[in-house]
């Protein structure tokens, strides 16, 4: 091979590894990358020198600290990959204070890495010139960070892409659990009574979820006109949004956003011990 | 005295985990397999409502969501009394043979393939891969990753998304498959079965040449196994446990509901993930359990396969690499199953059933990849108040002891070390394809 390509890493943080098994389903920069690192599918010791490093997986143990501190000296420009690395993903429901506890107490093992006291978004600590949303995100989002075309758009929420009807005059007087019933495949499913967050989640996956009737549970994070102000913005668009098409009782409607374990929060917000959620620019989200 | 520490960190697996190796005196006292991340969905899990547990539990793992799924949608039925329609229950086998594909292809071909050419990675082996399929691929790591991406297209298919489905819902499934998305798919699947073959021989020859290398042949001692699949025409979407004595008789059959019966689950200190046994014997899950424990693949190019494993090793068998060509017939047996499946009307309209959320408790039994795994939840006003999770990857964690055991005294004697020991090591541990993110609840 005599031309020199540029250089990724992928650093897999506390995660799933699902990001990865995304990555691998992009294949189409094989000739335009060297991929120096990633444990999951290369044997090698450490971050070697590289254009590029994606990160995935939250903080989670004084390891993911330790490998995150030292791998970026090694790379020119560093990417925040998937919601764990972004926002805290699924694992913030372990950052709960009573379930913490628990894991200092029960799970700590005194040969093994620390736990840190919270799960935290990569953000935290380095800083971060992009951010790749989702859980996880698609392989078409990882070929437009590594071979951007520059023709590519997307639509700007979840709702957009979904295409389903919504009707002024069909308002349910509750909500159902995200797995009951028969959805009628051509209606908003919040007008079919699920409790769905596509309206501000941030598009991109095309509606994988809502299309066949599931409601959107905000894997990609808030959408642009969100993504630069505080939670409750967010928050009060999405309740402003379930009044508006729903009878549901007002009470109702806040546990079902505000419940910890309730989609919404178990996807975005590492901030469940109050702290502010980090401003991420809209320009740096892929 | 003299005490050394040997600390082997293992890439090519599923999340992170390091192997220690203690000396003394020049002498192997200890193998471990410490898992160093720590996941714990148990523990966050309690207080969520049970119907989010679908959505929740497949982002355990990203490699092993789609089992996670089923078993939790399972667990779920059983609990709230609900039995989904035959349709249902055919997409979700679909869905597994998916997941089973992909999983087998990136164990095979992406973890374990660059040991045999002796290369940090299949990305390594671009430049000498001699294999192509004209039209289709023109090297190993094309040809592999070809591969993958058709049981992850399968997934897509059956599934919704690749990684965290969700097209499993309590009841059955959300939607059919329309005939011509099946056609399109069965096209793909037979068009990978020839590259599969390739890459397999490829495989088989240079596995079978490792010959008198520890972490290959003849090395381990015989042990009891363990699979929830039924002994003809394996199936995954399963509901029996069976364990296997090492003298190849079936000597114990439980449902998921009466685990705690038989398998024994102990805690230690250096390892975020337990250990499990079968009542306090060491066991193994996974491929080689399965194919030790199954007559017949029922298809026709994996039968010649498992013929030919018996023929050269008689069965049961108990080298540890004979996971990995266990996982070829496996490979090749779920593409050959699922086309069969594409076959059948799947586009009915009898997709799922209603059904009412009650409270109660409830197991949910799939056969993952690694073998066999449960979900075990206790429901009260509606919200998980206990979930357990009995993982496959824990099943195998006293067997990888053992033949860590044995590699390192093979590699260690009189106090001087064979540096053949790490490549043995990771031989020896992705034979297994460990699951850390699963493993550490």
Redesign the interface.
């Known amino acids: ?1 005599t031309q020199k390509l540029p250089k990724f890493a992928v650093l ?1 943080l ?9 990555l ?2 992009a ?1 189409d920069w ?1 000739h335009q990358y060297e ?1 120096v690192y ?8 450490n971050v070697p020198d590289v254009d590029i490093l994606l990160v995935s997986g939250g903080v ?2 004084s ?1 993911d600290l330790y490998k995150l501190s030292h791998a970026i000296h090694h790379a020119n420009e560093v990417v925040a990959v998937g919601t764990c690395a972004i926002s805290g ?3 913030n ?2 950052n ?1 204070d009573d ?1 913490r506890d ?2 200092l107490s029960q ?1 700590e ?5 620390r ?1 840190l006291p919270k799960c935290r978004p990569i953000d935290d600590f380095i800083t971060v010139s992009r951010y790749l949303p989702g ?2 995100p698609t392989p078409q989002l990882f070929m437009q960070l590594l071979t951007p075309d520059p023709d590519y758009t997307q639509k700007k929420t979840v709702c957009q892409e979904c295409g389903r009807k919504k009707l002024r005059d069909m308002k349910p007087n509750h909500f159902f ?6 959805p009628d495949p051509d209606i908003c499913l919040i007008n079919q009574g699920y409790p769905c967050v596509g309206s501000s989640t941030r598009a991109g996956c095309d509606a ?2 809502t299309k ?3 409601p959107c ?1 905000g894997c990609r994070g808030p959408s642009d006109a969100f993504i630069e102000k505080d939670a409750e913005h967010w928050f009060s668009s999405i309740q402003k949004v379930f009044e508006s098409m729903t009878n549901v009782p007002s009470q109702e409607i806040q546990e079902v956003m505000r ?1 910890p ?3 919404l929060f ?1 996807f975005q917000f590492a901030d469940y011990d109050q702290k502010a959620r980090p401003i991420r620019p809209k320009e740096k989200i892929l | 005295m003299t005490m050394t520490r040997l600390t082997f ?1 293992v ?6 985990a390091q192997v220690v190796i203690e000396v003394e005196n020049g002498q192997v006292i200890s193998s471990h397999f ?1 898992a ?5 969905f148990k ?10 547990m ?3 539990t497949p ?5 092993c ?1 789609t089992a996670h799924q089923v078993a939790s949608v399972k667990a ?1 039925e059983d609990i709230f009394e609900v039995t989904p329609p035959p349709l249902a229950r055919r997409i979700r086998e679909l869905l597994l043979l998916g997941q089973l594909i992909q999983n087998q292809a ?1 164990s095979l071909f ?2 374990t393939m ?1 040991d045999r050419l002796d290369v ?5 082996s ?2 000498s891969s001699n294999i192509s399929v004209q039209g289709i691929c023109d090297n190993i ?2 040809c592999s ?1 070809r591969v ?2 058709a049981g ?1 297209d399968l997934i897509t298919l059956a599934g ?5 489905p ?2 499993t ?3 059955g499934v ?2 059919g498959i329309q005939r011509e998305k099946a056609e399109i798919m069965l096209a793909e699947l037979e068009t990978i079965i020839p590259v599969v073959r390739i890459l397999f021989n490829h495989y088989w020859q240079l596995s079978t040449s490792l010959k008198e290398r520890i972490g290959t042949w003849g090395d381990d001692e015989p042990t009891y196994y363990i699979t929830s699949t039924p002994a003809i025409n394996p199936v995954y979407d399963t509901d029996t446990i069976r364990v296997l004595s090492p003298d190849g008789q079936v000597i114990d059959t439980f449902a998921a509901s009466q685990f705690r019966d038989h398998l024994v689950f102990n805690d230690n ?4 993930a337990g250990q499990t046994s079968f009542n306090g014997k060491i066991m193994r899950a996974n491929s080689l359990a399965r194919i030790n424990m199954t007559q017949s693949m029922g298809t026709e190019i994996a039968d010649s396969y498992m013929a030919r494993i018996e023929r050269a090793f008689g069965l049961p068998a108990h080298p540890i690499l004979l996971y990995d060509l266990c996982r070829g017939v496996e490979l090749i047996n779920a593409i050959e199953r699922a086309i069969e499946i594409l076959k059948e009307p799947l586009d009915g309209t009898d997709t ?1 059933v ?2 009412t ?1 009650k409270d109660g408790e409830g197991y949910g039994l799939v056969e993952a990849p690694r073998g066999p795994l449960i979900h075990h939840y206790a429901v009260e006003g ?2 998980i108040t206990s979930a357990e999770f009995v993982i496959p990857t824990v099943h195998n964690i006293l067997a990888i002891e053992r033949a860590l055991t044995v590699a390192a005294k093979r590699y260690i004697k009189d106090g001087q070390i064979n540096m053949e020991l790490e490549k043995a090591v ?1 031989r020896v541990v992705r034979a297994f394809d460990p699951c850390i ?1 699963c493993a550490t609840q």
């Open positions: 091979m897999q506390s995660g799933c590894a699902g990001c990865e098994v995304s691998l389903n294949t094989l991929l990633m444990p999951l599918v290369i044997s090698a010791d989670q143990t390891e993903g699924v694992t429901l372990g709960r379930v628990l894991f799970a093992r005194h040969h093994l890495p736990m859980c996880p659990g995200a797995q009951q019933g028969s994988l979820c066949p009737g599931h549970v419940s374990q309730l989609s178990l | 960190p890439s090519r697996i599923e999340g992170h410490q160093t991340e720590m996941r714990g523990h966050f899990v309690e207080g969520t409502p049970a119907e989010q679908p959505v929740i982002r355990i793992c990203g490699v969501s779920l990136t992406i973890f660059p940090p990675s299949i990305f390594h671009l430049e790591a094309r990753l993958r991406k992850t919704g998304q690749f990684i965290h969700i097209k819902m309590v009841g959300t939607s200190d250096y390892s975020y799922h209603g059904y959320p509606g919200k990771g993110a």
